[in-house]
């Protein structure tokens, strides 16, 4: 099989993934400490319901039985993870029959650039997250040098999946065996004057990834990596593949997050995720070279249905510099 085969392969294994997870018996979900005291048994001599004939109903909007912070929070692309990286955990605070939503808006300032992104994902028996997400990047004093006025605006739609395949990161303490996820994101750039017209690339593309979460709770610790396959110049900001549509291979790129839960409230982490920096040299110079990307941030859970999550990132380079940034993001889940 060729190397360009895999994203077809991968399509179809997310989609039968997909299928066989939510069809399988899943495992209990909540933390020791956190399940819920059982009724006592009815004196009148009333049957009762044992645990075997509980149903297992999808319910809408519980309150979620999940640890807090353990679903992490809503990445750039509106996956759950960090703020760059996608993780293994599905999005939520829903369990194995429970159904939930999140919502979330997120701001990147540079010196030269600002980034606006939101959406909102679901989360589907702890099993299936279906993410939709919208970024538009402000290219602000850069545009104006371009002749392009310095309100342009580049902006891209994402669609995205997420399946657990197999673990559970806070139940499965007796093994070192992570929980695994692979994912999809689907991104649609809007932009036909800089890049399907000046540059020529291509505006629409598939990004695949398998991401591995292993959560250490007599430490406080979750690490997490992540393995994508994609076409992205700069996220898809700046489109897909080479110049004039060329170089349309997938290129593997490498994630990682590692988090320190302080209290259970509050964490602590740091991040790398690196591109495919397929444009360096193609107008000469350095003007398109993509480094990895840095960030350090702090999440703190206000409440089960509020999140806050500040960072400072290192963009690495864009356009002609390289490009520092303060983040922000507030995530709302039901």
Not at 9 to 19: D, K, N, Q, W, Y
């Amino acid at each position: 099989m060729r190397f360009n085969d895999i994203p077809r392969v991968a399509m179809a294994a997310l989609a039968g993934a997909a299928l066989c997870a939510l069809s399988a018996p899943a495992f209990a979900e909540q933390a020791p400490g956190d399940a819920e005291t059982a009724a006592p048994a009815d004196s009148g001599g009333g049957d009762t319901q044992s645990p075997g004939d509980a149903s297992h109903e999808l319910v809408p909007f519980r309150n979620g039985g999940r640890l807090l912070l353990t679903g992490g929070v809503s990445t750039i692309e509106g996956a759950g993870g960090g703020g760059l990286v996608p993780w293994a955990l599905i999005g939520g605070y829903g369990t194995r029959d429970e159904f939930g939503i999140q919502s979330y808006v997120t701001g990147v300032k540079s010196e030269d650039f600002a980034l606006v992104a939101f959406g909102a994902s679901a989360n589907i028996k702890n099993r299936l997250e279906i993410s939709l997400g919208r970024q538009n990047f402000h290219l602000r004093d850069v545009g104006k040098a371009l002749g392009l006025g310095n309100d342009f605006i580049i902006s891209q739609t994402i669609i995205g999946a997420k399946v657990r395949l197999i673990g559970d990161a806070v139940l499965d303490q007796n093994t070192l065996v992570p929980q695994i996820s692979v994912g999809v994101q689907h991104k649609v750039n809007d932009d036909k004057t800089v890049v399907g017209g000046a540059l020529g690339l291509r505006r629409s593309s598939t990004d695949f990834y398998i991401a591995a979460t292993k959560l250490f709770l007599d430490k406080n610790l979750l690490v997490n990596t992540t393995v994508r396959l994609t076409k992205a110049n700069q996220y898809g900001i700046l489109g897909f593949g080479g110049l004039g549509g060329k170089d349309q291979a997938y290129k593997p790129t490498f994630e990682a997050s590692a988090a320190y839960l302080l209290t259970r409230k509050l964490a602590f982490g740091a991040e790398v995720r690196t591109k495919s920096n397929r444009l360096q040299g193609a107008l000469g110079g350095d003007s398109f070279r993509e480094d990895a990307a840095y960030d350090i941030f702090g999440a703190y859970a206000l409440g089960r249905n509020l999140s806050l999550t500040a960072a400072y990132v290192d963009l690495g380079h864009i356009a002609l510099k390289n490009q520092h940034a303060a983040y922000l993001s507030l995530q709302v889940g039901f």
